[in-house]
T-cell receptor, first 112, second 113 residues
């Protein structure tokens, strides 16, 4: 079983729609959860992090965490073509300190 | 200005060459990392340094040799690489190694011929 699992996509949504990106993780000890966005040919950039169960909103982005189900998601409202990128989910085990574990990423395309 | 600068951006080397990748962070962070990103694979952690001391080495082959002379600079020395080592090598930093989000550099695209 992969430690962090994401659908590789591609996920395609029309402009203005809600894009929903999903991530599951295998280790119940995971404490912190991050979403990175990576444009083609560029490095990953942090867009959201969440530590507690529930929703966390930042502008058009909402991160949702359900530790009981070992599930974290990212919703992008009013999707724009500029949101087209690969989205990487990552988790951090408190006990492992430095070992941030990434999923393979989901490629999102927002069509004008 | 990302705060984490990597050079060179692109590197092509033969299997018998020796080269080095350089990373510099201007964020005042205490932890620095090397990651490898290959197509269709998750980011792979290679090395972690905290205050110039290596704290993690994820079973990386000895043909990759890291060096951290101070908390702002990180190098990855390369020698006798294999074609399968071709990938994007990303440097990152964080305030400390525990529970901190990473700030990535733009990466070095390495091609081994």
């Amino acid at each position: 079983q992969k430690e962090v699992e994401q659908n590789s996509g591609p996920l395609s949504v029309p402009e203005g729609a809600i894009a929903s990106l999903n991530c599951t993780y295998s280790d119940r000890g995971s404490q912190s959860f991050f979403w990175y966005r990576q444009y083609s040919g560029k490095s990953p950039e942090l867009i959201m992090f969440i530590y507690s169960n529930g929703d966390k909103e930042d502008g058009r982005f909402t991160a949702q965490l359900n530790k009981a189900s070992q599930y974290v998601s990212l919703l992008i409202r009013d999707s724009q073509p500029s949101d087209s990128a690969t989205y990487l989910c990552a988790t951090l085990l408190f006990t492992s300190g430095s070992r941030l574990t990434f999923g393979e990423g989901t490629q999102l395309t927002v069509n004008p | 200005e990302t705060g984490v600068t990597q050079t060179p951006r692109h590197l092509v080397m033969g299997m018998t060459n020796k080269k080095s990748l350089k990373c510099e962070q201007h964020l005042g962070h205490n932890a620095m990392y090397w990651y490898k990103q290959s197509a269709k694979k998750p980011l792979e952690l290679m090395f972690v340094y905290s205050l110039e001391e290596r704290v993690e080495n994820n079973s990386v082959p000895s043909r990759f040799s890291p060096e951290c002379p101070n908390s702002s600079h990180l190098f990855l020395h390369l020698h006798t690489l294999q074609p399968e080592d071709s990938a994007l090598y990303l440097c990152a930093s964080s305030p400390d190694v525990y529970n901190s989000p990473l700030h990535f550099g733009n990466g070095t695209r390495l091609t081994v011929t």
